[in-house]
């Protein structure tokens, strides 16, 4: 009995579908349904030719049997020739494809402040952050949110900051000051010497010496000094009144991995020094005078900030050149120096001489910093 009512009920069902599925089998076959698509494909693309047609000047060559005939063929050479003939009729339509990113641009042609852009830094990996249980509490005022555990910093204000610690580079620069460079991770060190050359400061690309600000006379107390006009030439005749001077110190620190240079930051904080630093999620801000939010651990961002900060020593550089050509000094000399004595001179032109001197003196630039 259960059986026989389950025929019954299911039979009802399948009976009919299994008399219609031979009947729609008999009146559609596959190559009717390939001519339709292959009709409708050409008819799409005649509309599009057409719509090309009335925006461009050159026209497009239409589908037609001669250009678009398939050549049937039965030797390889035949082959090949039909298919130079295919790419001569079709090589030119498309559009190509060019590598805009090219990395060894940030260090040849780094950009400027003004070329500071979100896109920019969105291309750079400038918001990427760590794991949200490696987060620092005092970079909240830095994150925009987080994606899959990890913290995103804004890159507006990543763009901010970086504005402003370029202004602060810029203004030492163009009053003379040492600007000093370090970046101690792999990779870093040609950013590094790079930016130092533009903003004519020194690099450090290796270990911080423990002590080099703090007890720099025992450390660098050997190094050469020598004194600069106001174009940065060297005046001789000073050696003797250099050699009992302290130690320079820098007038400005741009440290690209502050994790790994604690040292260095907390001796520029014992004496003064304002420093600028990449700030991750994961570092503590306090540790530098002017923090820029970004990722520490991409490359191409450290290059990015690297090449802007450099750039904005070049500008100050500039500056301060244009100025003096200008007769116009923007520092303060160095104290303590006395023109160098070079010998003596009859009466009148000792006079002049002195004079001279006197004048060179004022006109001189800055021996640096004086410790």
Known sequence: MIIRQLALRQGRRSLPQNVVRPWKRCLASPADSIHISLQNQVQGVRQLELEINELSTQPVPTIDAETHATVKTDSVKEDYFEMLRQQKISGKLGSDVEQHYQPHTLITNPPRPSDVTLELLLASQAHLGHNTALWNPANARYIFGIHDGIHIISLDTT?????RAAKVV???AERGGLILFVG?????????????ELAGGCHLFERWIPGSITNGQQILGKCRIKVVDEFDKEITGFESQLAERAALKPDLVVCL??????????????NNIPTIGIVDTDADPTWVTYPIPANDDSLRCVQ??????????????AARHAAASRSHITYAPAEGLKPPQRGIQPPAEGDARADALDGEARQMSRHLTDG
């Open 304 to 317: 990015v900030i690297a090449g802007v900060l450099g750039r904005a020593g070049e500008e100050g550089q």
């Open 184 to 196: 101690t991770r792999n990779g870093q060190d040609r950013c590094v010497v790079r930016a130092a």
């Open 159 to 163: 763009a901010a900051h970086l504005r």
């Open 257 to 270: 991995n502050p994790l790994e240079n604690y040292i260095l930051l907390h001796e520029c904080g014992l």
């Open 170 to 172: 810029s203004a030492v």
